[in-house]
């Protein structure tokens, strides 16, 4: 989920199927143990004192990070967070906000971010990524199809997205695509929360929702049969931890903790709880190029 833009490979497989007959309030870091100290400082040390790493997450994006009924943050991501601060020797404290919002707010408000961001060029020049996860994208109508819908030619749909994600670039770029040819352009509706973006292909606002793939697979087991896939997942793609672009011993650190999770299998047993072991990592690579 969550990048812009997506590679331009994507963006046009997106645009070529069209074109055929692809909320949160933010409290911000508690007692200050993810402020950086000083530019180009590790903000290492006074995690360690802290007791507490802090990760900023949008949680509406279930399974990865969500509200649980107790009124706290759950969800794969959650709990990944979580074994990597065991590991570090410390607690983790998962905090709600907005998507767009965290990158900027890595090294100044929080440690770290763990959201379901797709690790890109783009985003790599702004902060540090440790890859923990990988997930393709897809398509969710309502059960039956009953206004059959063909994932090869969107133009005209209504399609509900999540602001700020890789799908709201892509249906932005198909839409245009569209337009382009002369044909209707694709009706994007966007929305803060992905739970907003479900509630309305379930309410019938919308013809069709695009979303990461295990966001969609979640989504139509969670709705008691109204909605169903359209088509196969496509364009997998590798997920990063953000982290302070200029703190290297916080990366390595993290890094380290994600890989020895790995490696005990504790991070296996967390996807295989969520049922989603089909995006696993072998390996938590620092800035992967691919």
Known sequence: MRRSPRS???????AALALTGCQASDPG??????????????????????????FASDTTYAPAEFIGEDGKPTG???EIAQG?????????EVTTASFDSILGGIGTKYAAGISSFTITPERAQQVNFVKYFQAGIGYAVAAG????IDAANLC??????????IEDDMSAEASKACTDAGKPAIDIKRYPAQADATTNLVGGNVDIMFADSPIIGYAVAQT????????????????????????????QAVQTALQEMIDDGSYGKILEKWGVAEGAVTTADLNPTS
């Open 29 to 54: 870091a508690a007692g200050g143990s993810s402020a950086a100290t000083s530019a180009g400082a590790s903000q290492l040390e006074s995690i360690k004192k802290a007791g507490t790493i802090v």
């Open 156 to 165: 005209g749909v209504k399609m509900a997205v999540q602001t700020g994600t």
């Open 8 to 14: 331009l490979a994507a963006v046009a497989a997106l």
């Open 76 to 78: 794969y991501d959650v």
């Open 84 to 92: 990597i601060a065991a590991k570090m020797g410390l607690k983790a």
């Open 224 to 251: 008691a049969g109204k909605l169903e896939q359209l088509g196969e997942s496509t364009d997998v793609s590798a997920q990063g931890i953000a982290l302070p672009k200029d703190d290297a011993e916080l990366s």
């Open 145 to 148: 199809n009953p206004k059959n």
